[in-house]
């Protein structure tokens, strides 16, 4: 039997996580990088507050992960590569309830771990891209498709935008504004087979892609907003 005070069912994390430990992690991280940008959070109100969610976001630098965990309005177990796991961050990954996935390869152990989660209502936050790049979600894999083939969960799309350093010779602001941005939450249909996978990976993907999309256009809207005399 678990450990007074440890993850499961009730808490929406894992077996063997501390859920206090948790909110403690969400509060570090909602505030860690304010000093460094300007943050601009919208449609978090859209986050359902209960029941299994998948959270799909792009992914271009090592920033995303931690803003979306503080940011959100509720407890999430996050996907994260094993690597992240050697050295002294792996016991604090494990004791706030997030979990190592191996890159590359179908990982069992992982996603019985996040169904299990899901099971209990919690949410599981999934970056299709699989790894860093300049998080347009131009491909995806089928990870988050599969959990909410065997959940049923919604499917809640984020997208954040402006942590990624600027090309070189391109002088970078001061405090550069970063926005983190919730979609509206939909239901996805997943068929059987590995057609029915890829398909709603598909959609899945498209569906973050124009969110991303969207965001930029505002960005750069704003930007040329701000250039008129």
Do not use: C
């Amino acid at each position: 039997m678990p450990v007074t005070g440890s993850g499961g069912p009730a808490s929406g994390l894992p077996e063997g996580s501390v859920p206090w430990l948790h909110d403690v992690g969400r509060t570090i991280a909602r505030h860690l990088y304010r000093p460094a940008y300007r943050l601009r959070v919208s449609g978090m109100d859209r986050v359902p507050r209960t029941g299994p969610v998948v959270l799909v976001a792009n992914h271009s630098t090592m920033i995303e992960p931690q803003l979306i965990f503080g940011l959100l309005p509720r407890r999430s177990v996050f996907l994260v590569k094993d690597e992240m796991f050697d050295g002294v961050a792996g016991p604090w990954l494990r004791r706030i309830g997030q979990v190592p996935v191996t890159r590359g390869a179908p990982d069992r152990t992982a996603l019985t771990t996040a169904t299990g989660v899901l099971a209990d209502g919690g949410l599981v936050g999934v970056f299709p891209e699989g790894t860093r790049g300049a998080g347009d979600v131009s491909s995806a894999h089928h990870g988050a498709a599969w959990l909410v083939r065997m959940s049923g969960a919604a499917v809640q799309p984020v997208a954040v935008r402006g942590t990624l350093r600027p090309p070189e010779r391109t002088r970078r602001r001061l405090r550069p504004v970063v926005d983190v941005v919730a979609g509206e939450p939909f239901t996805l249909d997943v068929g059987r087979g590995r057609s029915g996978l890829a398909e709603a990976t598909e959609r899945l993907r498209g569906t973050l892609a124009d969110l991303v999309a969207h965001v930029d256009a505002a960005r750069t809207s704003d930007r040329e907003e701000k250039r008129k005399p």
